[in-house]
């Protein structure tokens, strides 16, 4: 009898995520959380559905953090392929900072808008002669979000009107 044994293999995949971040000290009470973010070509395994390179993106918070002299800070980040799952994971993480109503943390609570933190993307140096995977049915989603994202900002834009843009009137006679 032969056996034929067929082994999966997780290959890389290169696809847009949603991404944010939060980091906290064990000397502080003070937790900042990023806003949440779309990376354009993050590499994520196929198989466990994990990010690539995980350690490297919450380096770039410590990183920050450590310019601003803020040492010994955990940084973590949290990431989804859609919306709904990030904004489910965001608002829990929140929760658990802010507390609600009935409960109040006692942690100073600060979000970090993309202007003052914004993740680069990772590519890993090698994928031991393994096959990738450019999703481009996810990049299609991914472009398709980012506009999205786009109108929303004008629209909180053009919102708050500021007075230089609309003229005075003229003196009635």
Request: proline fraction near 5%.
């Amino acid at each position: 009898m032969l056996v034929c044994i067929a082994t999966a293999s997780a290959k890389p995949r290169c696809q847009p995520i949603y991404i944010f971040g939060v980091s906290a000290s064990f000397n502080d009470s003070i937790v900042y959380i990023t806003d949440i973010q779309l990376l354009d070509s993050a590499w994520v395994d196929d198989k466990t559905g994990f990010l690539l390179m995980r350690n490297e993106y919450s380096s770039q918070m410590r990183s920050h953090f450590t310019g601003k002299g803020q040492l010994n800070r955990t940084c973590i980040v949290c990431f989804a392929d859609n919306e709904k799952d990030i904004l489910k994971k965001y608002e829990k993480m929140k929760k658990r900072y802010m507390g609600d109503k009935k409960k109040r943390r006692n942690f100073d609570y600060r979000e970090l808008d993309e202007e003052e933190f914004k993740f680069e993307c990772v590519t890993p140096t090698t994928f031991n002669d393994e096959a990738v995977v450019m999703d481009k049915k996810a990049q299609k989603k991914a472009d398709k979000a980012r506009k999205k994202m786009e109108k929303s900002k004008l629209k909180s834009d053009k919102s708050t009107p500021s007075e230089a843009a609309t003229p005075p009137l003229p003196p009635r006679r």
